[in-house]
């Protein structure tokens, strides 16, 4: 139960939505700020529940971080508290910078897509047993169909040992083709690995220092690393392995991937990867982030290049792209070292969510399209402007807080638009943040009615404090 959490679990679960990145925009948006009270909730019990160490999350509309928040602890020992300003490994989400940079050289007229990767990369050779099979070309490791084997020849997902870049390329040769290029979808490490040594072949640049100086620095990632630095990896998010049966978790020790860099080696914050997803969601063909990419570049690799035999969505030139409700939704998910991202994005509404975690058995889609989904359809309803008559009532202010039952089970009321609300703590949680919402209708003084049908009345001791709440014939309490 709730209650039986250590105290500074239940502190987090008190703290206010707004402690980072809140803005104008949401105190301007009544609907916008309940949704990020419902989710903020809503996160907090999942952590609770699962207990994981910590998490960031961060929402990006009209080219702005309108909020962001970090829950939990980078550290458990130090107790050291997550922030939006905390670094993550990003895992494969790096596979979107290094795309950006191949389309950065395309532009400038370094290389072209449909170009077989030995005019870039002659010294590449692999086991062909497909005699005729086109020769693979940069389109089709950016596509993932190159028909390459998941990964290098080398177990360093056993031993954490990466190869070098020219280990990985003489390595090659001694591995086989999956698939005929061009033929099947097949997620490739190997080929997103390859795409860095063409990107430094082609720029006369290594992959760290082409990412930092074309991306990082003029989009002002100051936080952000190709190659971390010793200090830096010291800086991390300690990354946790899965909780085990007992309870407890082991940390992750920090690896290098070395010569694969462009497949999965970038740190980042919350903050930073806001303003990649804001020149990604970019409508106009301004150059306020430096002339990174231009915007027609940009829609270029949001369409569909490769559609899944499902249809369940596609792959474009480096991102995911799925249907989701009305919309399609351009993402890249990552996993390494026990840090755990995602970046996902609507560009045709400007809208974006970055969520990082710090445990191996945390999944930020979770929380990424639930704020996504909670979030994004408070924005579509544009500005609210609620009368005055509208309005809650400020004398419900005296209702609002933890209640629970003799059983642990907790309950919270509090105030969304101009209704009062009682918001449940489920175990498991809710699947969705707006599932554990019960919307009151007043009746008279201190009696609401529940949509349900019955009631709910606050009675107050002398002092005109709430003693208990009445929810149909039992009884909550106030939690000091």
């Not at 897509?113 to 005729?132: A, C, G, V, W, Y």
């Not at 490769?306 to 998910?333: E, K, Q």
């Amino acid at each position: 139960m709730r209650r039986r959490l250590p105290v500074w679990v239940l502190l987090l679960c008190l703290a206010s939505p707004f402690t980072a990145g809140a803005n104008d925009f949401v105190s301007q948006h009544p609907d916008v700020a309940d949704a990020i009270t419902l989710l903020d909730l809503w996160i907090d019990e999942q952590l609770v529940y699962r207990q994981l160490p910590g998490l960031a999350i961060g929402v990006v509309y009209d080219q702005e971080l309108i909020w962001s928040k970090g829950y939990g602890f980078s550290d458990l020992d130090a107790q050291t508290p997550v922030t939006s300003t905390t670094p993550f490994r990003i895992g494969s989400v790096t596979k979107v910078f290094t795309a950006t940079a191949v389309l950065q050289l395309r532009d400038k007229g370094k290389l072209r897509l449909d170009d077989p990767i030995t005019q870039h990369l002659p010294e590449f050779k692999i086991e062909n047993p497909f005699p005729d099979a086109p020769e693979i070309t940069i389109w089709n490791l950016l596509t993932h169909t190159a028909g390459l084997p998941r990964e290098a020849a080398f177990p360093y997902w056993t031993d954490h040992e990466f190869p070098s870049r020219d280990e990985l390329v003489a390595a090659a040769a001694t591995q086989t083709l999956i698939y005929s290029p061009g033929t099947e979808y097949k997620y490739s490490n190997l080929g997103v690995s390859l795409l860095g040594a063409i990107i430094e072949n082609a720029s006369g640049e290594s992959y760290q220092n082409y990412i930092a100086q074309h991306i990082f620095t003029p989009l002002g990632m100051d936080s952000s690393s190709v190659d971390p630095t010793l200090d830096q990896s010291g800086s991390l998010a300690k990354a946790y392995m899965r909780r085990q049966p007992d309870g407890s978790r082991k940390p992750m020790d920090y690896y290098e991937v070395r010569g694969m860099a462009a497949m999965g080696s970038v740190v980042s914050t919350v903050e930073d990867m806001a303003k990649f997803a804001a020149l990604h969601t970019r409508q106009d063909n301004s150059t306020a982030d430096g002339g990174v990419l231009t915007t027609s570049t940009m829609r270029e690799m949001h369409r569909p290049q490769w559609v899944y035999p499902s249809w369940s969505g596609a792959m474009g030139l480096g991102f995911r792209i799925a249907p989701r409700n009305s919309d399609n939704t351009v993402s890249h998910g990552g996993w390494i070292g026990d840090h755990r991202a995602h970046l996902l994005m609507v560009p045709d509404k400007d809208l974006a969510v970055v969520a990082m975690t710090n445990a191996g058995d945390a999944n930020p889609y979770t929380f990424s399209y639930e704020a996504l989904d909670l979030v994004g359809a408070a924005i579509a309803t544009g500005p609210a402007e609620q009368p005055a008559e509208s309005e809650a009532d400020p004398a419900w202010e005296k209702y609002l807080g933890l209640y629970s039952d003799p059983w642990g089970w907790e309950y919270r009321v509090l105030i969304l638009g101009d209704q009062l609300v009682i918001y449940s703590y489920d175990y498991p949680p809710a699947e969705g943040a707006k599932d554990g919402v019960t919307r009151l209708e007043h009746v008279e003084g201190d009696k609401f009615k529940m949509a349900e049908g019955e009631y709910v009345v606050f009675e107050m001791d002398e002092t005109g404090t709430v003693e208990r709440m009445k929810r149909r014939t039992d009884y909550l309490f106030p939690v000091n």
